[in-house]
């Protein structure tokens, strides 16, 4: 199972972080791993080199966000990257799972 953990704070997105796998298929022919990855490097990606005020961690098995100083960039990457993750959740709801916190 994929977890995707959103801290909210109203509308705007504090963190995203993503672990796990999905185990949908074998190695290397797993289209909802690829299809998260592909969403959470492209954020990664996107905030870089955008110059973004974000903390951002790669990990085996790991990817965390944290805005340190939110601007409207930060937030509309975040934003389109989460509405992407549900868009994948919705079809693959046995291996996707995005809990979202208010804080």
């Not at 005020?53 to 990990?59: G, I, S, T, W, Y």
């Not at 992407?84 to 799972?97: A, D, H, P, S």
């Amino acid at each position: 199972m994929i977890r995707i953990r959103a801290s909210l704070h109203g509308s705007e997105i504090l963190s995203l972080s993503v672990t796990g796998h999905s185990g949908s298929a074998e190695k290397g022919e797993d289209l909802v791993c690829a299809a998260v990855s592909a969403v959470s490097f492209g954020l990664l990606n996107a905030l870089d080199l955008l110059g973004s005020d974000a903390d951002l961690k790669l990990e085996d098995n790991l990817i965390e966000i944290r805005t340190v100083t939110p601007d409207q960039t930060t937030e509309t990457i975040l934003k389109t990257g989460l509405i992407q993750l549900q868009t994948i959740e919705e079809t693959n709801q046995k291996y996707v799972r995005i809990e979202k916190t208010e804080v």
